[in-house]
């Protein structure tokens, strides 16, 4: 997981090699910035500690700086007391893990992007942020992952995240983004039981998320 990760951070550092930089002498004439759809719809695909999570999302660009957006997902959050051992059969286990727990936020947001007059339009960062409730859904461990679903149990809670990503490429129709993100989420109530006796009235989580989407 670390891995894939470390993978992911280098496809967005490295493309800012190509900052625009001129040299010694006349000026070039600045070149007019790109003009992309205003609308864009896609998928989310989340690698974190806790594990996978997939989402769906809207945006609607207002101005060059400035996008609003909706987005739905659904991921595994771990308790950071989880541990994971192996049986002599190669399977795992976590010890005193009462719970599986999924948070599925809905967030309204904001995306301001940085520096459109500095670096070239095929790498196009932003900071974003959003906030919505957040339904937390939790099924019994002793249980096999999908028969679990008919123990399910749900919360309500207040969710949100902040991030940094970049857009990439020139291409007008398709988008491809990364996105750096912490979700935080806080239960108005005792919280999730993930381990036994153990309940989190607040779940946090940092996720690199891969933008896949359509524009138009």
Do not use: C
Request: charged share 20%; hydrophobic share 40%.
């Amino acid at each position: 997981m670390r891995r894939i990760i470390f993978s992911l951070t280098l496809l967005i550092i490295i493309p800012f090699a190509s900052i625009n930089s001129q040299g010694i002498g006349e000026l070039a004439p600045e070149k007019p910035l790109e003009i992309f759809p205003d609308n864009t719809w896609g998928m989310d695909i989340m690698f974190g500690e806790a594990g996978f999570g997939l989402g769906t999302f809207y945006r609607k660009q207002l101005s060059m700086k400035w996008t609003v957006f909706a987005d739905f997902s659904i991921s595994e959050a771990k308790d950071e007391r989880e541990f994971e051992y192996y049986d002599i059969f190669g399977q795992s286990f976590i010890l005193g893990k009462k719970n599986r727990v999924f948070a599925i936020p809905i967030n309204l947001g904001l995306q301001y992007r940085l520096f459109e007059n500095v670096i070239f339009d095929n790498l196009r960062p932003y900071i974003n942020f959003g906030i919505g409730p957040t339904l937390a859904l939790t099924t019994p461990y002793e249980e096999e992952f999908f028969s679990a679903f008919s123990y399910a149990q749900t919360k309500t809670a207040l969710g949100g995240y902040l991030g940094f990503g970049a857009n990439f490429g020139l291409d007008k129709s398709s988008l491809i983004g990364l996105n750096f993100r912490y979700y935080y989420t806080h239960f108005f109530d005792e919280g999730v039981e993930s381990l036994y006796g153990r309940y989190k009235k607040n779940i946090g989580s940092f996720f690199v998320t891969l933008n896949i989407g359509l524009m138009y």
